[in-house]
């Protein structure tokens, strides 16, 4: 009988201790998971920022891809701010957050893919170091937030919400992820390898004119429209290096097909490579343009300055 009062005594001893735990709750999910959130928010704002200084360095002036910078910038601090705010007791809404912005980084990643592989609403992008930067950030805040997504947390939230996954599912959500952060690391990678400097602008041999949306203008021998740069000067190219990559310098003999009216010369560019230029402006022609009687650099505001159209006149 006196080892039944002892283990009576122990367990009248221990029953306030479970008690207080009972009222406790579950478990705080500890340091990994708060590393995981500070980790994942402090990516997806990483982008962001990227982003918002592209757009407002000239992205803003590019049509319909202007509009997509702002939204992404939005979305990345807003899903930033949710990830980080919405407290752990809500197991539930911080597992949507993370979901999210997961989500958002590999849409994010996709566009850019698609810009370099085949051009987006009229523009192509090229390899640059803010692009392979952001690409970057997009893949490890998608492996880290969907991480944290399928972190463990209690069992229901403050609101009552069942928030466990059953370990099945979690493995499988897990290689899942895995395999789309590996995929998406390759195919990121083939397309900064594949996408390059941009090509210089198909010149060939002399100057020549089209009219296009009613406006006559000079092109290169191939058909593409030439834009002059405001910053430029009548001896030098204020355009390099991203900015080059954009607007590929217009290069070939000083020579114009007959009809061509003004006069056509050449400049050094700083590597010692002759640029065409007309009526003193230094020629560029502009990626975006994917075929002969496109106009889509004119009046974009990029680099630090407007770009024109060239307007074929004396």
Known sequence: MAW????????????????????????????????????????LIATGAIHLDLYLTGYRSIPVIGWLFLLQVI?????????????????????LAAVAGAGFALATLAGYLLSVWIGLFGFTEVRTTAGVAAGLLE??????????????VPANDAAGFPAQIPPAITRAAGLTATGLALV??????????????????????????ATIGGTKVVTNAKGFTLYWFAPDTPAAS???????????????TAT?????????????RSDGSPQLTYNGHPLYAYIGDSAPGQARGNNLNLYGGLWHEMRASR
Not at 75 to 95: M, Q
Not at 186 to 207: K, M, Q, R, S
Not at 256 to 268: D, E, L, M, Q, R
């Open 4 to 43: 039944r009062d002892t283990t009576t005594r122990r367990e009248t001893m221990r029953a306030p201790a479970r008690a207080a735990a009972d009222q406790a709750g579950p478990p705080a999910r500890g340091w990994p998971t708060v590393l995981l959130r500070v980790t994942g928010a402090g990516l």
């Open 75 to 95: 979305a990345a601090f807003g899903l930033a701010l949710a990830v980080l705010a919405i407290p752990s007791r809500l197991a539930a809404a911080s597992r």
């Open 139 to 152: 893949v490890a805040a998608f492996a880290v937030l969907a991480a944290l997504a399928l972190a463990p």
């Open 184 to 209: 998406a690391l390759v195919l990121f990678g083939l397309a900064v390898a594949g996408a390059g400097a941009a090509a210089p602008a198909p010149a060939g041999t002399g100057l020549q004119t």
């Open 238 to 252: 204020k355009c390099y290096g991203s900015c080059a990559q954009y607007w590929p310098p217009a290069t070939g």
């Open 256 to 268: 114009a097909s007959p009809g061509v009216p003004g006069k056509v010369g050449t400049i050094k």
